[in-house]
């Protein structure tokens, strides 16, 4: 297991672009969602890089500031749109699975905002 062969500079560098231009400003909702719980499932998946603690932790930070930052109080997501609500809720919900299956711990206010998104579409 290493980075060798040709699918794993490819991966490298996926993971390398996000890591240095990821979403800002008015884009960065959902879409800088995805692109965190990319990075974090990846580096939890191949750890075989120099960056690879860095990559998660950078992404694990950024998931558990925007899983409140993008939801209401109420549990609604701030694009106040059902889909939105879903996707979001999705990724929330895989970075919470790939958390628990690697060991990674997620903060009290990520798992409340995740919980508050599932009550807000009961």
């Known amino acids: ?13 996926h993971q390398w ?7 800002p400003g008015s ?12 990075l ?7 750890p075989c890089y120099d960056e690879s603690a860095r990559w998660r932790d950078l992404s ?14 109420s549990g609604l997501n701030r694009e106040l749109a059902f889909d939105y609500h879903l996707y ?3 990724l929330f919900a895989v970075t919470a699975v790939e958390a628990d299956r690697y060991g990674c711990r997620l903060s009290d206010e990520f798992h409340a905002a995740k919980a508050s998104m599932y009550e807000a579409i009961e």
Do not use: D
């Open 1 to 13: 297991f290493g980075p060798s062969g040709c699918l794993w500079p490819s991966i490298y560098w």
């Open 88 to 90: 979001s809720l999705e």
């Open 27 to 38: 884009s960065a909702n959902n879409h800088l969602t995805g692109e965190m719980v990319g």
């Open 60 to 73: 694990l930070r950024i998931l558990e500031r925007e899983s409140v930052r993008q939801t209401y109080p």
């Open 40 to 46: 974090f499932c990846a580096s939890l998946a191949w």
């Open 17 to 23: 672009l996000i890591s240095k231009w990821h979403s």
